[in-house]
Structure formats: structure tokens, C-alpha cells
């Protein structure tokens, strides 16, 4: 069995977005309904809190240092002084932002949901720095977790209840997208949805099971090759991080579950690592 270690011991309501900030060497993660950005150094075990002014789904870093956000009504910024400001709004009634990812073009691609999760209520959008938004999925439920293959010729995409990890062509041009298809579908008799996801320097694609207790690893032809039991049932989001990027960081959610349950797992929330379990892919920070 895969050992998990206790990266930063928390308690989340809904952890998410977990996202290596080579840079500053910082984890990023989110806890969205404590309007939340966390930042927690490796090296020495220092965390720190930034809130937000509204939920926030996900937290990338800004190629200029700062910070980019994706909140209920839009992408906001923080420059490297923690000051926010907003970059674009959509106003959407009972939407809030979800996860989001930055592609090799520096385009943030921001999710969202309603807050009762009806299907079509979510978008998923590619905002651009100056700001400029265009809708590229209009009707989905949970827009959740994004990647893109090393070679940046194919983008991942999750809509969590299809219970599917979605494939899109990518223009090598200019990161535009066409023809989504099935990449993966979970089982019947596999428990859980897919939830936020990272892809690694092999082009395997790690995606973590909300309510499915684990992490599961995809070849880059669709095939299960790894499984990572989880010691909570609501794993969110995965991410490489660390000096080399090898180890995986897991982030948690404690959102829905009883004090029972809570009682069975006193790790959810916080903020969990496999050391040495892959190679992570360089990553992206938002150009605006």
C-alpha cells in the first residue's frame, strides 16, 4: 500500500486546487468555502492564509509574481503585495467558480457550478490576460478538474457527475479546442466522481476520487495503472510539487461529511503527500 504522509494538518471545509508555484517553491491550494487561498512551504513547513472576498475555487500564480483567483463572480488578481483587484466579471445568480488551470499559452481556463450543482449550470471559459472571456463548454454540471498532454497537443477535461475524464484536440497555434471525446469513464462498480486531476512528465493523467477513497493513475491510451488508497473518502485535487516535483500533493474536503464520519477520518481537510510517486510536468502561470 502507498504510504500518505501529512503534508499540513487542516481542516478544510472543501480543500481544493492544488498547484506548485515554482517560483516562490510554495504549494497553492484553496479551501473554497472558507474563502481561502493557502500557500505551505515543503522545505520548512510554514503555511500561510490569504482570504478571499467571495468563494474561491482555484488559485494560480501570475507569470509577474501575484496571484490569479477564480471567485463566484469572476477572475480577480493579487499582485505580489496581496492588493486584489478584478480582471473580469460574469455575475452569474448561485454560480460560483470551481477549479481552474492555466495553459501553456498563459490563458487561465476557469470553471464554474451552481451552488446546487444543476446540470448546465456550469461553463467553463478560457480568459485571456487583458481579461477577454470566451465560453468553451456552455452546459456543464461541475466543471472541474483541466490538463494538458506534455506535448500540448491534447487538453483533459472533467465534468464530475458524467463520471468521464473528456480529451479535447489543442491547436498548437494558439491552445484553441475542438472535438471532445471520452478519454476515460469510470466503472460501474467503481465508487466516486472524478474530481481535480494533474498530468505528469510520462503524460499520465492522476485524478482524484471524490467519495471514491483514492487517487487512480491513467496511461496515456486510457488505461488504469495505479491506484492510491486514501485514508479519506473526499480526495479533491492532485499536484506535483516539491524541490525535483516528484511528490504528489493531495488536497481534501470535510464538506457533507457527518461527525461520524469525521470521527473515521480525522485527516480530511488537510493537506496530504506520496513522496517520490512520479515525475511532475512543468507548469504555467497565467500571463495577465
Known amino acids: 500500500m502507498t ?12 480543500g481544493e486546487g492544488a498547484t506548485w508555484d515554482p517560483v516562490t517553491s510554495l504549494l497553492l491550494w484553496v479551501d473554497i468555502l472558507g474563502s481561502e487561498v493557502h500557500e505551505f512551504d515543503p522545505a520548512t ?19 509577474g509574481g501575484g496571484l490569479v483567483v477564480n471567485l463566484a463572480e469572476g477572475v480577480g488578481l493579487y499582485d505580489a503585495d496581496r492588493h486584489f483587484s478584478w480582471l473580469t466579471q460574469w455575475h452569474e445568480p448561485d454560480v460560483r467558480g470551481n477549479d481552474a488551470a492555466v495553459d501553456p499559452w498563459g490563458h487561465l481556463w476557469a470553471g464554474t457550478m451552481r451552488y ?12 485571456t490576460p487583458d481579461g477577454s472571456h470566451s465560453v468553451i463548454v456552455p452546459d456543464a454540471a461541475v466543471s472541474n478538474g483541466l490538463g494538458w498532454s506534455p506535448d500540448a497537443r491534447t487538453m483533459y477535461y472533467i465534468d464530475s457527475p458524467t463520471r468521464r475524464v ?18 476515460v469513464t469510470l466503472p460501474d462498480d467503481t465508487p466516486g466522481f472524478p474530481d481535480g486531476m494533474t498530468v505528469d512528465a510520462d503524460g499520465c493523467v ?18 488504469l495503472d495505479r491506484v492510491v488508497e486514501m485514508p479519506v473518502a473526499r480526495a479533491t485535487a492532485c499536484a506535483f510539487g ?3 516535483q516528484r511528490d504528489l500533493y493531495i488536497t481534501t474536503a470535510r464538506a457533507g461529511l457527518s461527525e461520524a464520519q469525521l470521527a473515521d477520518q480525522p485527516l480530511a481537510g488537510s493537506l496530504l503527500v506520496v513522496e517520490d510517486a512520479g515525475q511532475g510536468a512543468p507548469g504555467w502561470a497565467f500571463a495577465g
Open 242 to 244: 516539491g524541490p525535483q
Open 116 to 127: 446546487d450543482e444543476a446540470p448546465g449550470g456550469g461553463r467553463l471559459r478560457r480568459v
Open 45 to 63: 513547513g510554514a503555511a500561510s492564509r490569504l482570504s478571499t472576498p467571495q468563494h474561491v475555487g482555484a488559485v494560480k500564480p501570475r507569470s
Open 166 to 183: 473528456d480529451r479535447f484536440d489543442v491547436d498548437p497555434t494558439n491552445g484553441s479546442v475542438r472535438d471532445r471525446r471520452p478519454f
Open 206 to 223: 492522476w485524478v482524484a476520487l471524490w467519495d471514491g477513497w483514492a487517487v487512480h493513475r491513467y496511461t496515456p491510451d486510457g488505461r
Open 3 to 14: 504510504k500518505i504522509d501529512v503534508a499540513y494538518r487542516a481542516t478544510a471545509v472543501l
